[in-house]
């Protein structure tokens, strides 16, 4: 994607190390955290270390895959460029990215993986919830004349050591739930008293804007490009009125940009609080990302019409 230089004012490539019009230095050019695959043999080692099912995923590392339904990397040997795709449902391709930075390239499809591993988990895990619970009440035959409702017999529980046991349980598991609602309360104190902008969309003066808690910044849709892009303009004024211009429901019907968290500026709220690629955001060794070979991967909750 492309930013400004910081020397010269010139659009310049992310991934430009110089800027090719002044020779400045593109302060940017590092953008990988700690624990990121950056070549496509580090991703193919990451798969296999946290048991990714790579060919129930459809993604194809290293591999110019054409078939339909597909996302994946590979190096073209011809121009010497990484080229990281979607194949949609229909068959035709989005190029994600295509660029010599092997790097970037590897980063847009790691993080496209562990999305859609996140993605089944939580579909996964809701489906595990659903627990049958048709068992009734049982009803006491009291011989009541006709006309008369039987009424749910509940036996009254007795008093022992287990149901003691029980109790202190529930309170000792009270003691925990509490040590974790408070953080949360606590946040939810700071965020009243914070007056800056919510992570979110604001639409002002005609253009649309996010504004990103983990890296206290502005970003802009560039309708021309179709993407996010770093925002330098003076934006005091949305600062100090961003409750005028906050969107609380975004839908791409309504306005026709992309969703920021598909983007390569989103950093997740858990894992950073820097904007720099090369912070230690990722933490992959702490990231719950193995695969559990047990369940199958389900292709239909991936959405194979859009660009990525």
Same mark, same amino acid.
């Given at each position: 994607?492309?930013?400004?230089?910081?020397?010269? %004012?010139?659009? $310049?490539?992310?991934?430009?190390?110089?800027?090719?019009?002044?020779?400045?230095? *593109?302060?940017?050019?590092?953008?990988?955290?700690?624990?990121?695959?950056?070549?496509?043999?580090?991703?193919?080692?990451?798969?296999?270390?946290? *048991? +990714?099912?790579?060919?129930?995923?459809?993604?194809?590392?290293?591999?110019?895959?054409?078939?339909?339904?597909?996302?994946?990397? &590979?190096?073209?040997?011809?121009? %010497?460029?990484?080229?990281?795709?979607?194949?949609?449902? /229909?068959?035709?391709?989005?190029?994600? &990215?295509? =660029?010599?930075?092997?790097?970037?390239?590897?980063?847009?499809?790691?993080?496209?993986?562990?999305?859609?591993?996140?993605?089944?988990?939580?579909?996964?895990?809701?489906?595990?919830?659903? $627990?049958?619970?048709? *068992?009734?009440?049982?009803?006491?035959?009291?011989?009541?004349?006709?006309?008369?409702?039987?009424?749910?017999?509940?036996?009254?529980?007795?008093?022992?050591?287990?149901?003691? +046991?029980?109790? #202190?349980?529930?309170?000792? #598991?009270?003691?925990?739930?509490?040590?974790? #609602?408070?953080? $949360?309360?606590?946040? #939810?104190?700071?965020? +009243?008293?914070?007056?800056?902008?919510?992570?979110?969309?604001?639409?002002?003066? =005609?253009?649309?804007?996010?504004?990103?808690?983990?890296? /206290?910044?502005?970003?802009?849709?560039?309708?021309?490009?179709?993407?996010?892009? $770093?925002?330098?303009? !003076?934006?005091?004024?949305?600062?100090?009125?961003?409750?005028?211009?906050?969107?609380?429901?975004?839908?791409?019907?309504?306005?026709?940009?992309?969703?920021?968290?598909?983007? %390569?500026?989103?950093?997740?709220?858990?894992?950073?609080?820097?904007? !720099?690629? !090369?912070?230690?955001?990722?933490? !992959?060794?702490?990231?719950?990302? /193995?695969?559990?070979?047990?369940?199958?991967?389900?292709?239909?909750?991936?959405?194979?019409?859009?660009?990525?």
């Amino acid at each position: 994607m492309k930013i400004k230089c910081s020397w010269c %004012g010139s659009w $310049i490539n992310d991934y430009d190390e110089v800027c090719p019009n002044c020779g400045g230095k *593109n302060d940017n050019f590092k953008r990988v955290g700690t624990g990121v695959p950056q070549t496509i043999e580090e991703l193919k080692a990451w798969a296999v270390k946290h *048991n +990714v099912p790579l060919r129930q995923m459809q993604t194809y590392i290293g591999e110019n895959y054409t078939g339909a339904k597909a996302f994946g990397i &590979y190096k073209d040997e011809i121009t %010497g460029n990484y080229i990281v795709y979607k194949n949609k449902a /229909d068959g035709t391709r989005a190029v994600r &990215y295509e =660029g010599p930075d092997e790097a970037y390239a590897v980063n847009e499809l790691y993080q496209k993986m562990k999305e859609r591993m996140a993605e089944q988990k939580r579909h996964q895990s809701a489906a595990g919830r659903n $627990i049958n619970r048709s *068992n009734g009440p049982v009803y006491l035959n009291t011989g009541n004349p006709v006309g008369y409702e039987n009424k749910p017999y509940r036996q009254k529980p007795e008093r022992s050591i287990g149901s003691i +046991v029980k109790y #202190l349980i529930f309170g000792f #598991l009270g003691v925990q739930l509490l040590a974790v #609602l408070l953080p $949360i309360i606590i946040f #939810l104190v700071i965020r +009243v008293v914070d007056k800056s902008p919510y992570s979110g969309y604001y639409n002002y003066n =005609g253009s649309m804007y996010y504004w990103q808690d983990t890296t /206290d910044a502005w970003y802009i849709y560039n309708y021309d490009a179709d993407r996010w892009d $770093i925002c330098y303009d !003076d934006l005091e004024n949305l600062y100090d009125n961003y409750d005028d211009y906050h969107i609380p429901s975004y839908s791409y019907d309504d306005y026709n940009v992309t969703d920021f968290t598909q983007s %390569g500026y989103y950093v997740e709220p858990s894992h950073s609080d820097d904007s !720099d690629w !090369d912070s230690d955001y990722d933490y !992959d060794d702490d990231w719950d990302s /193995d695969w559990d070979s047990d369940y199958d991967w389900d292709s239909g909750w991936d959405d194979w019409d859009s660009d990525w």
